[in-house]
């Protein structure tokens, strides 16, 4: 053995001999504190893998989301009173002059009929060929209509013509025969825009006028009935007169029709005047009506 080392070991064992052996208990709790710095060593190391771990995660998570954007702020509205400002003029502007009253329109068709100055004589019909009782003819001063009460019905016009007509029901009766009925056909220019008011005032005028004083005596009853759709605007006016006998006694009644159309300015009448006590057809009514309206079409057109 050297020098060297037999000194170390004399070193060692001096050292050793001046330190005094602890005793039992102090061994024990050395030994107990060195666990228990084990024990909070290994929980520290396995917080801090957890927490790694969770760490992690949210990284992987996050990056499968994509980035997050954080919420955008909300903007605060802070209401404050409208301060005052000057009142500005508003623009004027200049309506365009309109008429007081507007022309009438036909209810059916495209166009408005132009309003005509004269009344030829094709206005007027032609009666079905065999029906025909004696020859029409031209008239003045007859009445349009009937008195419905004295109502006032007179209108400036433009012109007005009346024909006369009479007609049988058919063709099976002789030459000799005396008429079924007759007719007074008025045909009526109206002043531009007006016509649709006179047709207000007469049906105005019937419905206020339900009974008066017939020409021939005793009561004349008078009503507006469901007159079709005819022209523009049509009105059929029933006249009830009792039915006198040569000694002035009545025996029923007799029954007369008016038929009223308007087509644009134009105004056509057809009152159903009979022939010795005879009623009103309705449907010899509504037939020459229909003739009468396309008389005045074709005329207008």
Same mark, same amino acid.
Request: proline share 10%; glycine share 8%; net charge negative.
């Given at each position: ?40 060593g ?25 980035p ?19 009142a500005t003029p ?7 002059a309109t ?13 408005a ?11 007027f ?7 025909v ?12 209509l ?40 008025? %045909? ?11 047709m ?23 009503r ?6 005819y022209?523009?605007?049509s009105?059929l %006016? ?19 029709? %008016?038929?009223?159309?308007r ?33 005045v ?5």
């Open positions: 053995m050297s020098r060297d080392v037999s000194d170390f070991y004399r070193s060692l064992a001096a050292d050793a001999d001046g330190r005094p052996l602890a005793g039992p208990d102090a061994l024990r709790r050395w030994a107990d504190r060195r666990a228990r710095v084990r024990a909070a290994g929980s520290l190391v396995a917080v801090l893998l957890i927490a790694g771990a969770a760490t992690g995660t949210r990284l992987v998570l996050a990056d499968d989301r994509g997050v954007t954080p919420p955008a702020a909300t903007p605060t509205v802070t209401a404050s009173p409208p301060s005052p400002s000057p508003a623009p004027t502007t200049t309506a365009p008429p007081d009253r507007t022309p009438s329109a036909p209810a059916t068709g495209t166009r009929p132009r309003t005509p100055t004269s009344i030829p004589d094709r206005a019909f032609a009666q079905p060929a065999g029906l009782a004696a020859p029409p003819y031209f008239t003045e001063g007859e009445p349009v009937p008195e419905f009460c004295g109502a006032d019905l007179d209108e400036p016009v433009v012109q007005r013509r009346t024909r006369a007509l009479f007609y049988h029901l058919g063709t099976d009766r002789p030459e000799t025969a005396v008429p079924y009925g007759s007719y007074r056909h008025t %045909i009526t220019i109206h002043r531009a825009g007006r016509a649709g008011d006179w207000a005032d007469l049906r105005r005028a019937v419905r206020e006028c339900p009974e008066q004083e017939a020409a021939s005596g005793g009561v004349s009853r008078q507006l009935l469901p007159g079709g759709a022209g523009d605007e009105l %006016i029933e006249l009830r007169t009792p039915a006198l006998t040569a000694g002035g006694t009545a025996e029923g009644e007799t029954v007369r029709l %008016i038929r009223v159309v087509i644009g300015d134009v105004v056509t009448v057809l009152w159903e005047i009979g022939w010795e006590g005879t009623s009103s057809d309705r449907a010899n009514v509504d037939d020459y009506s229909r003739r009468a309206v396309r008389a079409a074709d005329w207008l057109d």
